[in-house]
């Protein structure tokens, strides 16, 4: 008899995996127009104060759908807000780009 309860609890924990996937995706945002002319804002990139910034020109609706911190920075009071443009340090452009293609 034990054996039909291990069964029927990985079927629970199966089931419940599956609607919270569900739910999860219903929760989503949809995906961000790409094909309308969109604002382009530009990131800059070093991994370190000796390195030269590599420049990301990204469009503005797709970094702020996948980056609250992006959206925050971008549609914000901030200066980023104004310039539509960021620099970060202390990141590797490469990872970054992975962000960004990915």
Known sequence: ?????KVSS???KSTSSVALAAKRISNEKPPPALVKSSTIVIVNVRND???E???FPIH????????PYFEAAFNGRF??????EMDIGDVEPMVFGLFVTG
């Open 1 to 5: 008899m034990a054996p039909s309860t």
């Open 53 to 55: 910034y590599e420049t």
């Open 60 to 67: 503005k609706n797709y970094i702020c759908h996948h980056s």
């Open 49 to 51: 104060d000796q390195d």
């Open 79 to 84: 200066i980023e807000g104004e310039t539509q």
């Open 10 to 12: 990985r079927k629970k």
